[in-house]
């Protein structure tokens, strides 16, 4: 079946460095692969959209790489700073029909002062 | 505010009551998708309308949900016969006319539902 695996535990991070986190999936041909960000009790907000023919994305402090032989994503914050704490959410899209995005669990970041 | 917009934004009720939620989308987004998204999880996709045809329904929507969006405009989720199992955050979120699924969606504030 169908699966996408983000680190579900909390990542602590010291202020300054850079964050990393992990998407990986299994049975799964993405055309498209999206980061959301997800602060408690709020929707998620879009980040970076990364197409499969596309190594790598950037969009100021964020940076997304999209491996297909590997099945997997890298999101990385660099110069962090406490106010990216949240939670990050991988999703995927087929790309040919209409569904929905499908959603990883997410994971919690911390970025520690 | 130009956003999503949800209705209410906190719903507690008793077990086999029914509930009602309301999505207005991003004016001129033609599709409209709703999402239940459960505590440590992320949203899980239920349905998604294009103006007002519900195009496709997972097989999470149980018989006991309905959807519609009869002007193409807001659209409404009803559950019936509410079960503990229920209580979640429900999420709505548009794209533009002509916009597919992997485009980037635009996510409302959530309807939290709590079934006691």
């Known amino acids: 079946s169908q699966k996408i695996e983000q680190n579900s535990e909390a990542l602590n991070i010291q202020e300054g460095k850079t964050a990393t986190l992990t998407c990986n999936y299994t049975n799964y041909s993405p055309a498209y692969l999206q980061w959301y960000r997800q602060d408690p009790g709020r929707g998620p907000v879009f980040l970076l959209l990364?197409?499969?023919?596309?190594k790598e994305k950037r969009k100021e402090r964020l940076k997304v790489t999209f491996d297909t032989t590997l099945k997997q994503s890298l999101f990385h914050i660099t110069a962090s700073q406490p106010a990216d704490s949240a939670t990050y959410l991988c999703?995927?899209?087929?790309?040919?029909?209409?569904?929905?995005?499908?959603f990883g669990k997410g994971t919690h970041l911390i970025i520690q002062p | 505010d130009t956003g999503v917009s949800q209705d209410p934004r906190h719903k507690i009720t008793k077990r086999g009551q029914n509930v009602t939620f309301r999505c207005d989308p991003i004016s001129e987004h033609n599709r409209l998708y709703w999402y239940r998204q459960t505590l440590g999880q992320g949203p899980e996709f239920l349905t998604y309308f294009q103006n007002e045809a519900q195009l496709e329904k997972s097989r999470l929507l149980s018989d006991r949900f309905s959807a519609e969006r009869p002007k193409g405009s807001f659209s409404t989720l009803e559950i019936q016969r509410t079960e503990q199992g229920d209580s979640a955050m429900y999420l709505c979120a548009s794209i533009p006319g002509g916009g597919r699924a992997y485009n980037e969606q635009f996510f409302g504030p959530g309807t939290r539902l709590t079934v006691l």
């Open positions: 990364i197409r499969e023919n596309e």
């Open positions: 999703a995927l899209a087929s790309g040919g029909g209409a569904d929905g995005l499908t």
